[in-house]
């Protein structure tokens, strides 16, 4: 979730009417398009977040730019597709790849973030959760445009022995305060942690401190649920439907509802502009008590299909967005970057390529522009949406190899020829579906129909802008060293939590799928 | 659609303060559960739908009583499962069977229906679209409680040469009006037709003669869209983003939305009791241009996993159904026979066993009782739910040979051991699904946890009951005969449409599914 204040004062320097919005992008790992009562989720268990939408924008056409969480994260804050920003791999064709803790690479310095822009603006920019672009202390989230940090650098994976690997540290600020199952407890057996309640808690904080509508803050609420190991605080164990993975999400939805209200309670929801998204679809792959909903929608988190990118949306401004809503735009997580830039009246970094488009007359005036959806999976376009048609160029769900271990990223989905489980290149023909009629991507087009030669045609001619004026970044998500893991974070000397790291043994780290 | 007013005058006679709803079902043919923006179809074309929902109860859990039409419509109106109500065949185990012309059988003359009931005290009902409870002479629906009928005794199958087949009449009242694709057009190649506009008007002309609130009428707005082949009125070719099946998805909602603004114009809206469901899930088997879709749901149309008998269920009464709210009771079109009787203050026949039950409670008290949902094909019970537990007994899509011929009722849905191409019994350890947290049936829970003791065991017990007292009705559709075809309907010697009857040759009907 992106939440953004508007400073009156600020606005007044530049436009006397301008009002500047306080951004806040909620922003929950991985769950899943079906998970939303709006969106079809048979519980209808998330009450405030269909609320949300019946206030502000749905947007069903909503994507990610990654299948996967860090660099879909990265690219919010960049406005820029992972191969640009870095946040990808070399060491395998199309192979996803993220930000474990030995990973070495992170964010670099010459990406411009957006809270950078939004602090010289005068804003006041937090983070409460997850930031996952990069753990060591050259990549803090606070030496990247950020006040305030509550949270932690990676997954929560765990535990840990804290002998081959550490567990995860939680920071506040520039120091770590505690690790994960030491002093911020996951009981794996019943799935039990006060962590998203914690995360809720620092926000309303936030918010009640940085009321003043003179003082336009942005505030990234990054929380870690629902990915796994799932979590939920014990009011919500047990209380859903769904499971413990339907625990967390109604946790997520009574968080959102919670910041809503007091937004409102605050007098500043008319200047805070809220955006709800996910950085993946929902991970399939761990069966019915971990795993998410994509709906109608093809595979889940690692592929391009469908259901690995398509994600929540909805936008939230009162008074400035019609309520009720809907807006097929086709839109992108890294929109969020150009829109809050465009709300805040600043213009994006001339210099370099975005990707991200202004969403604001999308949402304030209903306008729908054509833009293309770029799926990628590390260095290769595997897919192409521009209107109703996607064209896949690659195909590919995971090896047999990994699928004869039970690892399925389309459970009980197989469709021959699309879910392959090599990789299949499509370039001369690529496999075309129309979404709308079509939104499972079951049924292939006709290469001779002249409905797949016009769509085909219209489609290349963008891949073959996009390719050839792509400058990948250098990416960051090649080597892994056991030296770099979170042995001694700042401010563990203060807890009596240093571990000793490691000698440094960098290998190309081994991205299987 | 069931709509249903209620009478002051008649309820003073029993008691003093009830009014007597006018009942109205809208029954459109295999709309799928994910067909509508509420449950979740990602292109949002069914605001009317989706604003009736916020007007009145969502009911996710809501059941037709058979994966297959005729069937459907025949529990509808009797309260009864198929297997009591005759609507099943015993020419093969476990097959779906349905009234093609040349059916022989039709609703038994024992059959006690709801307009029957309904007549008695004093109400005026009207079946608008298809009966399909048998075309022959004597059961006519004039003959079984209606009072006035616009529409066609069977699915518009077709064109027909009248040679081999003749083209199914359209009647208005007593009488044919005409034939499909002779005097009601569809066109094959466009998809254009103009039947659900004549069915909508057919609906406001009703409505607009009976609007006396002193005059109860039951109205069942029984048409035949979305069923194949699909058609759309000109206005709405081309306009949805999901092709032809869409395009008449948005008329059935325009429609809906036209008979709620009538209802409202004419002041009857509060004692008007409608109601919004499918006789069957979608059918998969015709490729995304001609099928709907059944969301998270497993397999469709023919199948007694979720997708085939899951459907959408709204009910509106403003003023005395609270707006906006959700209900998990789980429902059956069964029950709408119970409760148009409850809200008409009837009694149903004490003399036989009847399946539905009276959810006015759940839909204006948001009382939730437990039931269970018996999942039949043909002759066999194949699945039972209890709560959130689902226990299949048998397991069947259809057979390998019709698959080997492109009959694909799960398309891209495989789940091994689960969508089986034989049928497979599970009788003595049931397949066992959790539909919280695995609405789409993919994952079995394991027979040697306690949880699977405890669930089956309480659907058993539910089993033994139901099996140990079901005393089956004579099947009606195990005899075809060519001679009972709509050679020469009632009218036909005015319009000079009777066509010579071929010699009876009865045959067992072949119901390969």
Redesign the interface.
């Known amino acids: 979730m992106v939440c953004s204040s508007f400073d009156t004062r600020l606005g007044s320097s530049s436009n006397k009417s301008r009002k500047k919005p306080l951004f806040f992008p909620l922003f929950p790992a991985q769950l899943g398009w ?1 998970d939303l ?8 268990e998330t009450p405030n977040l269909d609320q949300m939408a ?1 206030e502000g924008v ?1 947007l ?2 909503f994507y990610t730019a990654n299948p996967l969480c860090s660099p879909s994260r990265a690219a919010l804050l960049t406005g820029r597709l992972p191969i640009r920003n870095g946040f990808y791999t070399t060491n395998g064709h199309a192979r996803n790849a993220y930000t474990p803790q030995e990973i070495v690479g992170g964010i670099p310095d010459s990406e411009i973030l957006l809270p950078e822009l939004l602090k010289k603006a005068g804003y006041v920019n937090k983070i409460i959760g997850k930031w996952h672009l990069g753990h060591r202390p050259k990549y803090h989230p606070l030496k990247r445009g950020f006040d305030e940090w509550f949270g932690s650098p990676n997954c929560h994976f765990g535990p840990y022995n804290n002998k081959d690997l550490p567990n995860i540290p939680v920071y506040e600020n520039w120091e770590m305060i505690g690790r994960y199952y030491e002093d911020f407890t996951i009981d794996r057996n019943t799935g039990e942690s006060n962590l998203t309640q914690m995360y809720l808690q620092q926000a309303i904080a936030f918010i009640t401190r940085e009321k003043d509508p003179q003082q336009p803050f942005f505030l990234y609420w990054a929380i870690d649920a629902t990915h796994s190991p799932i979590y939920a605080s014990k009011p919500f164990l047990g209380t ?4 413990l ?2 625990d967390a999400v109604r946790e997520i939805d009574y968080s959102v509802g919670k910041i809503l209200e007091m937004l409102k309670q605050a007098g500043i929801a008319k200047n805070t502009f809220v955006f709800f998204t996910s950085d993946n679809g929902a991970a399939l792959m761990s ?3 971990q795993s998410g ?1 994509n ?2 929608f ?1 595979c889940g988190k690692e592929t391009t299909f469908e259901g690995g990118m398509r994600v929540p949306g909805i936008a939230w401004w009162p008074g400035h967005v019609a309520a009720g809503q ?1 807006s ?1 735009q086709l839109g992108n997580i890294m929109d969020l970057f150009s829109t809050s830039l465009s709300l805040a009246g600043l213009q994006p970094p001339s210099d370099r390529a975005i990707d991200g488009i202004d969403l604001s007359a999308v949402i304030q005036e209903g306008k729908v522009m054509e833009r293309p959806i770029f799926y990628y999976r590390g260095n290769e376009l595997m897919a192409v949406r521009l209107g ?1 048609y996607k064209a896949h160029y690659w195909t590919w769900s995971n090896s047999w190899e990994e699928l004869s271990q039970g690892v399925d990223f389309c ?5 021959t020829g699309v879910t392959t489980h090599e990789q299949v290149e499509h370039t001369i023909n690529p496999l075309l579906f ?7 991507e ?2 292939p087009i006709s290469v001779t129909s002249a409905e797949y030669q016009d769509a085909v045609s219209r489609i290349s001619s963008v891949v073959r802008q996009h390719q050839d004026t792509m400058i990948p970044g250098e990416p960051q998500l090649n080597v892994c060293d056991p030296a770099v893991m979170n042995w001694s974070p700042p401010g563990c000397e203060k807890l009596g939590k240093c571990l000793k790291p490691p000698e440094s043994k960098p290998w190309k780290c081994n991205w299987p799928h």
């Open positions: 079906g009562g709006v969106f079809g989720e048979p519980s209808k019946s749905l069903p056409d859903s439907r769904r499971g993975y339907g069966g019915p008590k909903s709906a109608p093809l809907v097929h109703l459970p009980g989905q197989n469709i129309h979404l709308g009629r079509d939104p499972g079951k049924y």
